[in-house]
């Protein structure tokens, strides 16, 4: 995060992987001087409980995690038994933006 703040032109946003991720890209953020969400815009992925408890709450994607690990759990079954063989395959989820004050 400090390399990409030093970059120019300066970002103006930032779409971390994971929240974990997001809450450390804030933390740099503030070190440098900067505010969020008036500098920088801040999302995470996944609304762990952290994210909205931080200062300001973290803006993010839910991925709904119990209907992802029943459908991975789908997939290897279907794997392991034989039902699908070949190469791997593209399953697309549902998801949600839960906006909050970092962006």
Not at 24 to 31: F, L, N, S, V, W
Not at 45 to 59: E, N, V
């Amino acid at each position: 995060m400090k390399r990409l703040l030093n970059a120019s032109p300066r970002i103006t946003a930032v779409f971390a992987s994971n929240d974990l991720m997001a809450i450390g890209a804030m933390t740099a953020i503030r070190e440098s001087g900067l505010s969020i969400p008036e500098d920088i815009d801040v999302v995470g992925f996944d609304d762990i409980p952290a994210a909205r408890l931080i200062s300001p709450p973290l803006t993010t994607i839910n991925q709904f995690k119990q209907q992802l690990g029943h459908r991975a759990a789908e997939l290897l079954f279907e794997r392991l038994t034989g039902a699908v063989t070949g190469d791997g395959r593209s399953v697309k989820m549902p998801f949600e933006l839960i906006i909050r004050q970092s962006a």
